[in-house]
């Protein structure tokens, strides 16, 4: 069994502020720790579940938060960004039998976390596809999907949790904190960690053709934007429309092309 992860910081247990969340602050160093620990529980309940091979994307910030060496032995850990539109789940494909999410949050215009964002926290007001507002574990769940890989699981905050079991029925959550106005409210760190093994493990147990990969046919992508220079440069983008002075609509039935555009616009 060949296994991605998909890692945040912002959704990991106790992380309320930014200065959580970023190099250089002195907190920051307790935070990453924790992201570490978690994405470490995912792993070791995906090896007892019997993975042989764990994709791990660090997918906060630069890239660079996550410590390789906590990790079991049969991990490799992407740094960085390479600059290809997969972004988050950077080198996922079908050969994958199941993506994970760990510290995972709210999408943009959500009050679900005090550092609620989708994919720019200074650019973006919100996303919407089909009508729907996204998170990040909307947009690179879909690009799972469409390969075929099922998101088993996610953790994060309470709000993420649910949006995900209302949009995937089945997907396995481990709400690790609320969001409540500019605080949290958080379960105690190795609880999170022993929630996060024993749920990737049951997660990874099941039979994973059970999760639904399902996707639409055609995707409408609305971005607005939070300043109207950036709604103007991104409907240089082709096929792009400005359908007012702050936000851009651009549709497509092929989903790469959707997270291409995506690349341009953030
Ligand atoms: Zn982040």
Redesign the pocket.
Known sequence: MKIYISA???GITGVTHWDD?VKPQPDYENFRKQMTLEVKAACDGANEAGANEIWIKDA??DGRNIDGSKLPENTKLIRGWSGHPLSMVQELNSSFDALMMIGFHSSAGSAGNPLSHTMSSSKIQYMKINDTFISEFHLFGFASMVMGVPVVLISGDEQICNDANSFMPGIITVNVKKGVGDSTINIQPDVAIDQIRDSAKQALSSDLSSYSTKVPDRFQLEIQYKHHKNAYKSSYYPGTVLVDPVTCSFQTDDYFELLRMVLFAI
Do not use: T
């Open positions: 945040d910081i912002e969340a906060h910030a």
